[in-house]
């Protein structure tokens, strides 16, 4: 697919701090529906590129798509008009603590639409529903595990019924079993809304479990070395790939 027709792309995204490149001619093109993914070891300029593609970094050179519109290029009314249509779940939650988890999700509803308050509650009690905490309206963060607080998390970064979800290791501190039941769940809300997610992560358990496509950073060549379904490559993948795939040991 071509990255102009693409629901998100990059191309030819060199990424940098400085005189330090983190990675360089990156290529991707995403489909509609997809949960993609991508993958490496830590360090290697996963959480870098999506603060790339959310605008929270410039590149060094290349462009991010939306559509068939420069992201990269876009003036920052336009950046505004394409950022209203993804949602973000950050790895540390990102909740307002002194705010109860129904006031935390009816935020990005009261700042971007002109819903009634009686919608907006009906609203954010659907959301809450969704993830499984109906009934956890008045709690507050703080009040709930760290898996709740994850998916508190993730009912308000779909609060807006996004076309795109960003999600950065989503697993990050959780148990293997919360971070299979959040795969669970992230699959749900996929396709509940017809939501494309973009996932970043180094747990090989949610990317066998989850990705539609994956995307491998190498740190070490500073460029993207493999890309296609889990399964393929954690099979056939290069030696780095099928190591990463294996828990960092080389056949």
């Known amino acids: 697919m071509n990255v102009t027709e693409a629901i998100l792309g990059v191309r030819d995204l060199t990424m940098a701090f400085g005189d330090r490149v983190v990675m360089e001619h990156l290529d991707l093109a995403i489909e509609p529906g997809e949960i993609y ?56 939650s990102a909740l307002w603590t002194s705010m109860t988890l129904a006031e935390n999700v009816a935020l990005p509803l009261q700042q971007f639409t002109k819903l009634r308050p009686g919608r907006i509650r009906e609203v954010v009690e659907l959301k809450l529903a969704l993830v499984g905490l109906h009934g956890f309206e008045e709690y507050y963060p703080w009040e709930l595990s760290g898996g709740m607080q994850k998916r508190a998390g993730l009912a308000r970064a779909i609060a807006l019924d996004p076309e795109i979800l960003f999600i950065d290791e989503p697993s990050a501190s959780l148990d293997p079993p919360t971070g299979r039941r959040l795969d669970r769940l992230i699959l749900e809300i996929r396709d509940a809304l017809h939501t494309t997610v973009v996932v970043v992560t180094h747990d090989v358990a949610s990317i066998l479990g989850i990705a ?40």
């Open 37 to 92: 993914v991508v993958m490496g070891g830590s360090g290697c300029g996963k959480s870098t590129l999506l603060r790339h593609m959310l605008g929270l970094q410039e590149p060094a050179s290349g462009e991010v798509f939306y559509g068939s519109e420069s992201f990269t290029r876009a003036l920052p009314p336009d950046r505004e008009r394409m950022l209203r249509r993804v949602g973000v779940l950050y790895q540390g």
């Open 212 to 251: 539609t496509r994956a995307l491998f950073l190498d740190g070490e060549s500073r460029r993207s070395i493999a890309e296609g379904s889990p399964a393929e490559l954690r099979d056939h993948g290069p030696e780095a790939v099928r190591a990463f795939f294996a828990g960092g040991i080389l056949p």
